[in-house]
């Protein structure tokens, strides 16, 4: 189903806090192994790492760490979440298109088809109160049943367990006394199920 027109970006802010989301077309399977989940993964710290990367003929990507912090993220067997801080107002299209163009080729190469595999062009929540601020990365590492265990989240960056330069969650821990504090936050879902609830119409695929 197609999210509502409200959740699409129509103009885009700099200095601004999004939540940017997209899924396979017809909900079809976009990350069917490991493997799939780690090259995109790889494709976001290709444009976000600290010093500008090259492909095999030296050529530089498109370097964007100076233009957008990448706070929080999902990835989900058909569908992907990211929270996502921009100063430049392209930055975050920018970043989708680069990544998504690259994934949808490594995606058709390998599994031998061709067309579309996304649902459509991302879609994106500009972020405009502290509520939904609060509480979005929490959707976000919720999003898995096991999401403890889950592998591919940024919920282990956010507790200690890892460590990615491409990954800038201190703007969302920095609401909190600490990481342990988050994580409180994180399971206690029940406690704050009625402060979900109230802004369920900001969230994506609420």
């Known amino acids: 189903m197609v999210m509502p027109s409200k959740n699409r ?24 192994y490991n493997d799939d989940y780690v090259v995109f993964l790889n494709l976001l710290k290709r444009h976000l790492s600290p ?20 706070l929080a993220y999902c990835l989900m067997p058909n569908h992907f979440h990211l929270l996502v801080y921009q100063r430049d107002e392209q930055a975050l299209s920018k970043l989708l298109k680069q990544v998504s163009m690259s994934y949808v080729t490594y995606y058709n190469k390998k599994y031998s088809r061709i067309g579309p ?11 405009q109160n502290d509520a939904y601020l609060h509480h979005i990365s929490r959707y976000i590492h919720l999003n898995p049943k096991n999401y403890m265990d889950w592998k591919f989240s940024s919920l282990p960056s956010y507790i200690g367990a890892k460590q990615a330069e491409w990954l800038k969650p201190e703007r969302m821990l920095d609401l909190f006394e600490s990481k342990q504090a988050y994580l409180t936050f994180v ?11 109230d802004i369920k119409s900001e969230l994506a695929n609420s």
């Open 9 to 32: 970006v129509k103009f885009y802010a700099p200095e601004s806090y999004y939540h940017a989301y997209n899924r396979g077309s017809s909900k079809q399977t976009i990350f069917h």
């Open 51 to 70: 010093e500008p990367q090259r492909d095999k003929k030296n050529r530089e990507y498109m370097w964007l760490h100076n233009d957008i912090e990448l």
């Open 117 to 127: 595999l996304f649902q459509d062009v991302y879609k994106a929540s500009l972020i």
């Open 187 to 197: 399971e206690d879902y029940e406690d704050y199920k009625k402060q979900l609830e």
